[in-house]
């Protein structure tokens, strides 16, 4: 049994507003999505890795990240879909030699601050229980609206927001994203494709500071987490 890691960066950044694709910005002198693929380069639980972007974009990231940062993990750059959906069954359909059983973590690009110890307990669950997706409670009260009005404030204790990596056996995700194609049904994440065929996605705790960066606000508190600590202020 194998794991391995696919990394959808696909998306065309339109919220940022740069110049380039947003996986391409630089964080702390490195692509972002450099920085998330070396977090699975270090991972020694992580067979192979399989970046995902435009197919103008192939070679770019084949020369520019993938070859530029020594990251020999990376089998192939796979080419991504109209959306992430498609980007990450394609994916999936480009592991041809993976078994049913080999374990298959989906993680965005733009997020590269996940800690390895939550990949780490993702890939876990999911060899025991098939699947698992990471998320956090929400910390603020969500209200539900409808015509400009507040109608409905659902238990918070309830509600948690996903994030990424969702992991899964590879039989059981390449199934249910073939099932969503073929009856022309789009999620939001992978985790949704399984709840809606009736499986039940075990849930890891993650951690906050695993951000998706998609807006320039986004990239503001990125580059805040790479600031050192302030010292404690001395006792008077």
């Keep these: 049994m194998k794991t391995v890691a696919l990394i959808p960066a696909a998306g065309m950044?339109?919220?940022?507003?740069?110049?380039?694709?947003?996986?391409?910005?630089?964080?702390d002198g490195r692509p972002i999505l450099a920085k998330t693929l070396q977090l699975?380069?270090?991972?020694?639980?992580?067979?192979?890795?399989?970046?995902i972007v435009p197919a103008d974009e192939v070679d770019y990231c084949q020369r520019e990240v993938v070859d530029?940062?020594?990251?020999?993990?990376?089998?192939?750059?796979?080419?991504g879909g109209a959306e992430r959906q498609n980007s990450v069954l394609n994916g999936l359909r480009a592991l041809d030699d993976c078994d049913a059983d080999d374990i298959v973590v989906i993680h965005d690009g733009v997020r590269p601050f996940v800690p390895p110890a939550?990949?780490?307990?993702?890939?876990?669950?999911?060899?025991?229980?098939d699947s698992s997706v990471v998320a956090v409670p929400v910390k603020d009260t969500v209200k539900i609206i409808s015509?400009?009005?507040?109608?409905?404030?659902?238990?918070?204790?309830?509600?948690w927001l996903a994030q990424t990596p969702q992991t899964f056996r590879y039989g059981v995700i390449r199934s249910a994203h073939e099932v969503a194609e073929a009856e022309g049904f789009v999620g939001t994440d992978d985790a949704s494709l399984l709840e809606r065929l009736g499986d039940r996605?075990?849930?890891?705790?993650?951690?906050?500071?695993?951000?998706?960066?998609?807006?320039?606000?986004?990239?503001?508190?990125?580059?805040?987490?790479?600031q050192p600590a302030a010292p404690p202020s001395a006792k008077e």
């Design 201 to 226: 996605v075990h849930v890891v705790i993650g951690d906050y500071r695993n951000i998706k960066i998609t807006t320039p606000e986004d990239m503001l508190l990125a580059q805040a987490f790479l």
């Design 40 to 51: 699975f380069q270090d991972a020694p639980f992580i067979d192979e890795v399989y970046p």
């Design 147 to 159: 015509e400009g009005f507040a109608v409905e404030t659902p238990p918070r204790e309830t509600l």
């Design 13 to 27: 950044g339109k919220r940022m507003g740069a110049a380039v694709n947003k996986q391409y910005l630089l964080l």
């Design 68 to 79: 530029r940062y020594g990251l020999d993990k990376v089998k192939r750059v796979i080419v």
């Design 118 to 129: 939550v990949i780490l307990r993702s890939v876990e669950i999911a060899m025991e229980h």
